[in-house]
């Protein structure tokens, strides 16, 4: 591996880089190597304060911005980072030990793209009515931005994540403080350099790293920030609201995905499907496939098939092109994935494949074997809990109405697919699973214009696409009247009989 050493500080506050004021040192590590990348001072209040004073500063210019100005400028940053991608794929794989396959091809081209996407939206904005929906008056709607937006981020997909929560704020007029994942903070900082390289008004994107019960905690509950936005576990989603109480608040939470397959299904494709939907980012995805239910007639073959290809897949370091799965985030997390199935084994589960972190070459890393499960009850803890990790739990059912039934039955509702060759069936299914989003005979694939969010509790409110214009606008009516009169006839329900 080749040294890398990020040497700016890590907080980017009014247009430029600076060192944190808290005592706390912040240590961004390298999963695969261990290596530390960067060590900085984390952001105390005092530095969430000066950025949120340097955002509210920049408000009333850049929300008085004419669209098409906007939209230029957040094309140049498209630009910038398309100039920057590699770095920006680089830096992703070491800070975050994702394959370098998928931070080039999956991340970085997927976050220009949604940049691309909101400069472009941002010349749509526009409010929704004007008409006499009272003969006497004229109204109309105005979508205004909302101020200040205070974002936190998570570390699965670090760039991404900032685009996600940047773009819709500021396409629409805001003004933002992020706070990126303690663990991921590189590539935001690179995002926010971009930004001012584009010409974006210092204070307009501004980034705040620390951790989050203390820079997260004072962020979202500083008095000058209008509205939190809050991408990350539905646990620390619950805390965020609770600080943020009386704040316009958007929340994108946990998921536990599940891939529903039908007896007439492409097995083939479904075991692929299922593979690549559980493996993806070393399965730390809030989409990812978690829980597979295969309707009876297919099940083992499901099974053998699935430990099969799962088996193919290789574990390596994340910036050589063929790896197929790096590290996970940290050893601590590693151990809450290994404890999930350790916990399933001991209750009598049976393992088909992984369950295990590799030994070797890879041992000294956070590596876990992609892992295969079956045998466990639909109650059982890694069938109802976020494992976030590569682990796929496979059960069969008879019904369609039981299989939909379990996929119905956690917690969360952010996403689903259903494998079908019966056009009816995939259109019963995707109207009887909650869930923010359902493909049919296909799992993981997102695009910028259409809407990404939870139901139940993984969250409320919509990343990506126009739809996010809706959590970071505020609807204002204005009703004018029409007639010019001074004693108008609903005057007489205050003072006064009807005017003659
Ligand atoms: P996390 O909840 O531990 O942390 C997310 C962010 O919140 C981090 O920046 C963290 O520092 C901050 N944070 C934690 N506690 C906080 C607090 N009390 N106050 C303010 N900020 C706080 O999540 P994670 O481990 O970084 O990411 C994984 C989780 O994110 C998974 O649950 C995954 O499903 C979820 N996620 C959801 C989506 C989505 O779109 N719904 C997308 C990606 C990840």
């Keep these: 591996m080749s040294t890398f050493r990020w040497t700016a500080p890590l907080q980017y506050i009014g247009g430029r880089h600076q060192d944190g004021s808290s005592p706390q040192q912040l240590t961004v590590a390298e999963p695969a190597s261990g290596d530390t990348l960067a060590s900085f001072p984390a952001a105390g209040a005092q530095d969430v304060d000066s950025a949120v004073r340097a955002a509210r500063g920049a408000f009333p210019e850049w929300a008085g911005a004419a669209p098409a100005e906007r939209a230029g400028t957040l094309a140049r940053l498209a630009a910038e980072l398309r100039r920057?991608?590699?770095?920006?794929?680089?830096?992703?794989?070491?800070?975050?030990?994702?394959?370098?396959?998928?931070?080039?091809?999956?991340?970085?081209?997927?976050?220009?793209?949604?940049?691309?996407?909101?400069?472009a939206t941002a010349r749509h904005l526009e409010g929704g009515a004007a008409g006499e929906y009272s003969p006497d008056h004229t109204s109309s709607v105005r979508r205004e931005p909302i101020g200040v937006v205070g974002s936190i981020a998570p570390w699965n997909y670090p760039l991404q994540m900032a685009v996600w929560k940047i773009l819709p704020a500021v396409a629409a007029g805001n003004t933002i403080v992020l706070k990126p994942s303690e663990l991921t903070p590189l590539t935001s900082l690179l995002l926010a350099e971009a930004a001012t390289r584009a010409g974006l008004p210092a204070g307009v994107v501004n980034i705040v790293t620390g951790p989050g019960p203390t820079t997260g905690?004072?962020?979202?509950?500083?008095?000058?920030?209008?509205?939190?936005?809050?991408?990350?576990?539905?646990?620390?989603?619950?805390?965020?609201?609770?600080?943020?109480?009386?704040?316009?608040?958007?929340?994108?939470?946990?998921?536990?995905?599940?891939?529903?397959?039908?007896?007439?299904?492409?097995l083939d494709a479904a075991v692929h499907g299922a593979v690549a939907g559980a493996l993806i980012n070393s399965g730390q995805d809030c989409t990812a496939?978690?829980?597979?239910?295969?309707?009876?007639?297919?099940?083992?073959?499901?099974?053998?098939?699935?430990?099969?290809?799962?088996?193919?897949?290789?574990?390596?370091d994340p910036l050589d092109p063929s790896t197929d799965q790096g590290p996970l985030i940290s050893t601590a997390h590693q151990r809450r994935v290994a404890g999930f199935v350790d916990r399933a084994r001991s209750a009598g589960a049976r393992i088909l494949q992984g369950?295990?972190?590799?030994?070797?070459?890879?041992?000294?890393?956070?590596?876990?074997?992609p892992t295969l499960v079956t045998g466990v009850a639909q109650d059982s803890e890694i069938v109802q809990s976020e494992v976030f990790g590569p682990v796929?739990?496979?059960?069969?059912?008879?019904t369609d109405d039981e299989g939909i039934g379990l996929a119905n039955d956690t917690p969360y509702g952010l996403a689903a697919s259903a494998w079908t060759t019966d056009v009816y069936r995939a259109q019963r299914a995707s109207r009887a699973i909650r869930a923010g989003c359902v493909w049919i005979n296909d799992h993981i694939p997102i695009i910028s214009e259409m809407p990404h969010g939870g139901?139940?509790?993984?969250?409320?409110?919509?990343?990506?696409?126009?739809?996010?214009?809706?959590?970071?606008?505020?609807?204002?009516?204005?009703?004018?009247?029409?007639?010019?009169?001074?004693r108008k006839d609903w005057h007489r329900t205050v003072f006064g009989d009807r005017p003659r």
């Design 392 to 398: 796929l739990v496979v059960l069969p059912f008879d």
């Design 455 to 486: 139901y139940k509790a993984s969250g409320y409110g919509k990343d990506m696409s126009a739809y996010s214009f809706d959590e970071y606008t505020n609807v204002k009516h204005v009703m004018s009247d029409i007639t010019g009169t001074v």
């Design 84 to 119: 920057a991608a590699e770095e920006l794929a680089v830096t992703e794989t070491r800070q975050a030990g994702k394959p370098i396959k998928l931070t080039r091809e999956f991340d970085v081209p997927g976050s220009i793209d949604n940049v691309e996407f909101f400069a």
């Design 217 to 266: 905690e004072a962020l979202v509950s500083h008095g000058d920030v209008d509205m939190v936005s809050f991408t990350g576990s539905t646990q620390a989603g619950l805390s965020v609201a609770r600080a943020a109480a009386g704040k316009r608040l958007h929340l994108e939470l946990g998921g536990k995905a599940p891939f529903l397959v039908f007896d007439d299904a492409d």
């Design 289 to 316: 496939a978690t829980r597979a239910y295969i309707q009876r007639p297919l099940f083992e073959q499901f099974l053998s098939h699935t430990a099969d290809l799962m088996a193919s897949v290789r574990l390596g």
């Design 355 to 369: 369950g295990a972190a590799p030994g070797g070459g890879l041992a000294h890393a956070p590596y876990y074997r």
